[in-house]
């Protein structure tokens, strides 16, 4: 198939393809947003063009902080990409025509900073995943150890991280006097607004005291949670879509018909009207992100070590285990629901029941390798918290400490068979020296690993009963496998 989609083939797209219902030469740019990656063009960029026909002023330019990647896929097609909603019941395609461009910031510093800078820039989105903000998972601050810190607070004119072109972008606005843009982080952070503030203000503090008080008085970073499930395209995607479309597109996106947005409604320089495209405003996004974090993420990451170890490759295999359902729905009800506070009229049953249906989606192609990526920087916020509120109130953790002792047996690098595992991990050489150096002691890796601060802090390896629980089931999954461990698992 050699034509490719972009503005002059969306006309010959095959029927049934949904387009764009407006005028992409008019659009103008409103939003940044830094880490251009699948989630983003199945999640913020999708609700964002379903509010571009009674307001262009929103348009997209997408940065990659990174990798090439994405710039070499969508730059030719002019920003365009396929959204493919997929369910047992079938497949939905649509083109989504929100993001105007791709810069790739490592060779268009100057072009990403000044597009932030510029006046009509009003808002700037994120998804750059936890390690994406060089902080530390354990106690929220910016990490100012971290080498692209390092960097860019002796060279701000030429960041290499989000923090880094954030500042510089804000630093630049106040010299011109134009007011600030808006953060809004869409990543899995906790309290995720008010971390990236926390981390954005140091920064701007280290950078110039007077800079950080400009970034603590007058920059607003709400609160969000983001909800949908993307798994990595595949080659069979593309050659599905390809074949639906009539033309090849380099990099379309898998989801599920599932999809939420709970914003807190702070916006000074003014926002998309996104509710009208199903986003939900809120005063305050903490219940929803507890809830999500703990409900969803915990489960996924739980799901993703326990089912990778028992030889499943997706989430959907591994929820056709019947074990592993029971496992899950535990989880959930018994130890995750009493931690949440949710406002009158939230309905945890109905989430949690649809959280096991999108789970057992087999038409979404969810790997556990890919949710099983960068745990040292997820297990804080989806299981860690929890256990402390958990440990707090003298509850039961045993399901949420299997979790944490599949993601130890995990990132030991060697499968139940012997075979590597290919550990993505922005710690895997201090995690794989860990495991090098136990030689086989389950207890010599249980300690290693509890001694990493920036996961697991300092009170929970000074906790015994939940070093115990997890050295317990890490001695488990050595024992018997982890699809025996979850056969037999039983509530303490």
């Known amino acids: 198939m050699s034509d490719r989609l972009n503005d002059d083939t969306l006309a010959e797209l095959a029927g ?35 509010v571009l026909a009674r307001d262009p002023d929103w348009g997209i330019v997408a940065a990659s902080l990174r990798s090439p990647d994405t710039y070499d896929a969508l730059q030719p097609q002019d920003g365009l990409y396929t959204l493919s909603v997929r369910s047992q019941g079938g497949e939905a395609l649509r083109v989504i025509g929100s993001i105007q461009r791709v810069i790739v910031a490592p060779r268009e ?46 060279y701000s004119m030429n960041p290499k991280s989000a923090p880094g072109f954030i500042i510089e972008a804000l630093r630049r606005r106040r010299m011109n006097g134009v007011a600030p843009f808006t953060v809004l982080t ?105 809830m999500k974090l703990r409900l969803l993420n915990g489960s996924h990451s739980t799901l993703a070590y326990l089912g990778y170890l028992a030889g499943y490759e997706t989430v959907a295999d591994t929820m056709a285990d019947e074990a592993f359902v029971r496992l899950i729905r535990g989880l959930m009800d018994e130890e995750v629901t009493p931690t949440l ?24 192609k969810h790997r556990t390798w ?4 960068d745990g040292s920087q997820k ?14 109130n003298g509850a039961s953790i045993g399901r949420l400490s299997l979790g944490v002792a599949a993601w130890m047996r995990y990132v030991t690098g060697t499968d139940e068979n012997g075979v590597a595992i290919d550990v993505r991990d922005p710690m895997v050489a201090r995690l794989q020296e860990i495991a090098s150096q136990a030689e086989g002691s389950v207890e010599t890796l249980a300690r290693g690993l509890f001694g990493i601060r920036e996961i697991f802090g300092d009170d929970l390896p000074a906790t015994p009963r939940f070093t115990s629980e997890v050295l317990a089931h890490l001695t488990q999954l050595y024992k018997l496998g982890a699809r025996r461990t979850v056969s037999e698992f039983k509530a303490g």
């Not at 050659?239 to 639906?244: M, N, V």
């Not at 890919?370 to 990526?373: E, G, P, R, S, V």
């Open 109 to 154: 510093i100057e072009d990403l900073l000044d597009v932030m800078a510029d006046p009509q820039t009003r808002i700037v989105t994120l998804t750059v995943t936890e390690k994406g903000y060089c902080y530390d998972p354990a106690t929220g601050a910016l990490n100012e150890a971290h080498p692209d810190i390092v960097h860019d607070l002796a």
């Open 379 to 392: 297990l804080p916020q989806r299981l860690l918290g929890t256990i402390r509120d958990r440990l707090s």
């Open 186 to 290: 869409c990543d899995n952070l906790p309290s995720n607004g008010r971390t990236v503030k926390r981390v954005l203000t140091r920064f701007a503090e280290l950078v110039d005291p007077e800079l950080g008080r400009f970034v603590a008085d007058e920059v607003s970073c709400p609160s969000t949670m983001v909800d949908r499930i993307v798994p990595a395209t595949s080659d069979q995607d593309r050659e599905r879509i390809a074949e639906a479309l009539g033309v090849t597109d380099a990099w379309p996106v898998v989801t599920e018909p599932f999809t939420q947005w709970v914003i807190e409604d702070r916006f000074p320089q003014g926002r998309p009207a996104w509710e009208a495209a199903g986003a939900e405003f809120v005063s305050d996004v903490e219940p929803y992100e507890h």
């Open 16 to 50: 049934g393809v949904q387009r764009p219902s407006y005028d992409r030469r008019i659009l103008r740019t409103g939003i940044v947003h830094l880490g251009v990656g699948a989630f983003h063009r199945a999640h913020q960029a999708v609700y964002t063009d379903d």
């Open 341 to 364: 506070h949710m406002p009158a009229g939230a309905d945890l049953e109905s989430y949690k029941s649809a959280l096991i249906v999108r789970f057992k989606n087999p038409a979404l």
């Open 370 to 373: 890919q949710i099983a990526m």
